[in-house]
């Protein structure tokens, strides 16, 4: 049977590489998907094919700016007045500026904590009272390795994923009456299929040294994880981190 059958589900940052795998994924794996980006979807092939090919039933894409709550309000009300519920979410914004802290501006600095931390905040604050009234529901929210093991230049990003981690845990701690689940995907270094083979040999030969199984991940082996986490194969499973990162924790 379809694991995710007749789920409506909200995928943020859907023009992205792991946002785009996952709604070509849910949408094989029977959900229905309303798909946002702050991007324009004329400048997207692949979620402009899926558009006409699962018609509006099965997918829509709501352009808007999940940092901001007005929207992210309306993106809730639009999910609600088409579909009349949410079984979930999967959210995957972030903003990334990679500097040591002397040369990253404040500016930069907020920049990055609200798009990546504060987006989930905002998110969660919009999609919870609908996914409660929907009966329960399943929060993915996409953290980073990066927000246990430090890397070079990470500073705002990697404190940012650290506070998606903690935030997570404590909406599964809060929530967990109303049958809400939430749970964070740490990946490690991925990318989308058909971006793998532009790599450098140098990009290639880091990743290989960061990864106990030596290759990069694919969109698609996160997104399996966001499915699964959404599914109800997954009901006894919240407030967990799960690495999906090749063993780059076992080697870092
Ligand atoms: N690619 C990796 O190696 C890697 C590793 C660890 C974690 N991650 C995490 O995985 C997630 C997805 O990564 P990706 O590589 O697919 O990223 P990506 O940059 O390809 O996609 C992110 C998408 O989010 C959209 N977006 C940005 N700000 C937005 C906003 N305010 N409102 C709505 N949409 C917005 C962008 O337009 C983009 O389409 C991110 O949270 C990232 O931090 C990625």
Redesign the pocket.
């Known amino acids: 049977m379809d694991p995710l059958l007749r789920k409506v589900l909200l995928i ?2 859907a ?5 785009q795998a996952a709604t070509k994924m849910f949408l094989e794996k029977g959900a229905v998907v309303v798909a ?4 324009d979807v004329d400048q997207s092939r692949e979620m402009k094919l899926l558009l006409q090919e699962y018609g509006e039933n099965r997918l829509i894409f709501v352009r808007s ?3 901001r709550e007005a929207d992210s309000a309306l993106l809730a009300k639009e999910i609600e007045s088409k579909f009349g519920r949410l079984d979930g979410y999967f959210h ?5 500026i990679h500097k040591p802290v002397l040369e990253q501006t404040l500016a930069e600095w907020e920049l990055v904590i609200t ?1 990546t931390l504060t ?1 989930a905040f905002i998110v969660c604050k919009s999609m919870l009272p609908l996914l409660i009234r929907s009966g329960g529901g399943s929060i993915v929210n ?1 953290s ?2 990066i927000s246990q093991i430090p890397a070079a230049y990470n500073a705002a990003y990697g404190a940012a994923k650290a506070g998606v981690n903690q935030f997570t845990k404590i909406v599964a701690h809060d929530y967990a009456t109303s049958k809400i689940r939430a749970n964070a995907i740490l ?5 989308a299929q058909n971006k793998i083979s532009e790599l450098s040999n140098d990009t290639l030969q880091l990743i290989h040294d960061n990864s106990l199984l030596e290759r990069c991940g694919t ?1 698609e082996e996160i997104a399996e994880m966001a499915a699964f986490l959404l599914s109800d194969a997954a009901s006894y499973i919240t407030g967990a981190l799960i690495p999906v990162d090749g063993g780059y924790h076992m080697k870092n």
């Open positions: 943020t940052g023009l992205g590489q792991l946002g946002n980006d702050i991007g700016d999940v940092t995957n914004v972030c903003t990334a798009g987006s996409t980073s390795i990946p490690g270094i991925f990318f969109a």
